[in-house]
């Protein structure tokens, strides 16, 4: 039986890791540069590339390099073969030592509430664990988990989801407009969506989900976005506004529950919901880190499942 090319011993590790970063820079020197090594060696090792394939996997021009259909493809399995290796270091070194290790979380406004509680919890249990968050757009994060830059994604799930995905719905969550307690609207038990104009707002940057959702929301009650207002992605701040001040936040359900200072306003933000879960790279192999961490979130997403199955039941006996 004939041997496949790539697995007759010819490629190299190298090999994988130069197009990685030919393809990230579009440059045979900004590659070079970012390797730490000479540009005849870059040209060289992309040379013996293309001739165990036997075909060119890039476009040579006086600005650069561009991949080929062929060198874009050969370059995702490039990022995934690394990527199944970085998990595989990571996976050998907590086997080792299980209560030690790195677990990196993409996130983005939307889980806020969930992913604060189950770090909480995961380093109670294992401190010297190292988590990492990275707060980005869904398609940014998504990139980054399929380079393997990240182990997970919790979010809102707003966009379909594709082969090279595995999601985990986690519990579904609705949209609220919301105060601080002591704001004038708190007190209020009726409330038009145009008396939300007369405050100021704390709206979601434009590279969010939620940003658009909310454009949709003011669009359906053919108003324009409000002109006083704040535009934050971080809930540090957004928190912070909301306390010191009379804005309105649109805010993930039951925020109120997890944060008494603040309030739910009684007007309504439908159509604003979706499946809050987690996503991980379809294929690889979580370490003992992320499946803590994963453990974690489901554990508190069921105590929040079960508060809002007592909420209905509370609201039907009203």
């Avoid at 509680?117 to 869904?138: D, H, Y």
């Amino acid at each position: 039986m004939k041997r496949l090319r790539l697995l007759d011993g010819r490629l190299k590790m190298r090999h994988l890791v130069l197009v990685d970063a030919l393809t990230c820079h579009g440059s045979v020197m900004g590659a070079a540069a970012a390797l730490d090594i000479a540009q005849p060696v870059a040209t060289r090792t992309l040379h013996e590339l293309e001739a165990i394939l036997g075909l060119p996997l890039y476009e040579r021009g006086p600005r650069g390099v561009t991949p080929t259909t062929i060198g874009e493809a050969f370059t995702q399995h490039a990022r995934a073969v690394l990527a199944q290796l970085s998990q595989a270091d990571r996976h050998v070194t907590e086997l080792a030592d299980a209560y030690r290790g790195t677990v990196v979380v993409g996130t983005n406004p939307g889980s806020h509430v969930l992913l604060p509680r189950a770090i909480a919890g995961l380093k109670n249990e294992r401190p010297l664990l190292t988590v990492i968050v990275r707060e980005s757009s869904p398609e940014v994060l998504s990139a980054e988990l399929m380079a393997g830059d990240l182990d997970l994604i919790i979010g809102r799930f707003t966009s379909p989801p594709t082969e090279s995905e595995v999601r985990t719905p986690l519990y579904d969550e609705f949209i609220e407009i919301c105060t601080r307690a002591q704001h004038p609207l708190a007190q209020r038990r009726t409330i038009t969506f145009a008396d939300l104009l007369d405050y100021p707002w704390i709206i979601p940057s434009v590279e969010t989900a939620l940003r658009r959702e909310i454009e949709q929301l003011f669009a359906r009650h053919a108003l324009p976005l409000p002109d006083n207002r704040v535009e934050a992605p971080c809930w540090l701040i957004i928190r912070h506004l909301l306390l010191e001040s009379d804005s309105i936040a649109a805010l993930p359900g039951l925020i109120e529950v997890y944060e008494p200072e603040l309030r739910a306003l009684p007007v309504s933000s439908e159509p604003i919901e979706h499946s809050v879960g987690i996503t991980t790279a379809a294929g690889r192999v979580l370490s003992p880190s992320a499946n803590a961490l994963i453990q974690r979130l489901q554990a508190i997403a069921t105590q929040r499942r079960n508060l809002d199955s007592k909420d209905d039941i509370r609201g039907r006996r009203a």
